[in-house]
């Protein structure tokens, strides 16, 4: 067996590695970041910009008036399905080699969900070109009320189907969670339940059945508590 020297008057070295746990961590605190970042644009795009679209005398009247802030809501949805796959990959980087399946579907969910959000980004660039030309041509308005109700029904679809596969990609978010044990049994319990419902939600919407918004509000109320866990606890060092 052979030993160092090291040199008179050297001394060793510090180890530059990260300390235990403290990239879990780090993971952890960015998954809350994220998390509390997809909250906030997701309820301002949905319960405060597009409403305008369809607003004051409907979507022809209204969307081209609210052009900027229907644009906006573009980008937010589109930050806010990539920010969904953000978090999948990193789910997919953490917790692959343990959960293979659960963090693939959840990955799969999410590309559907950023593909949907594009072709319903498309729909309503469309519903503020539509108003435009509406506005400027009153004399033909009969002509642009089927077009209108046909774009209407199309941006429906796209939103619904865009929410049903983000709803299961974060079913699935949270059952990786809670495997993992990032989160308390019981929290994970109640998240779960809510993102369910969340989802019944979205299947009232496809039905064509008005579904109250109360029904989303457990998961309003629960998903941000569950950032700031993240956020204080990071994830755990075993999945």
Known sequence: MTSTTLPPGSLPTPSTAP??????????????VLMLLSFALGILSNFALQPLAWSQGGMLASAAAHGTALGGAVLMDLMLALIGLTISLLLRQRYGSTQPLLTMFCLAFSVAELTLCLVE?????AMRTLSASYLAHPADASAYAPVAALLKALRNGFHYSGKAFGGLGLLLFFVQLSRARALPLWFAG????????Q????????????????MLAPLGLLYPFSALWLLWRGLPRRA
């Open 19 to 32: 300390a235990p746990g403290a990239e879990l961590l780090t993971s952890g605190r960015w998954l809350g």
């Open 121 to 125: 980004g498309s729909s309503l660039v």
């Open 190 to 197: 109640l998240l779960l339940s809510a993102t369910a419902l």
């Open 199 to 214: 989802i019944l939600t979205v299947a009232l919407g496809f039905i064509g059945l008005d579904a109250p918004l109360l």
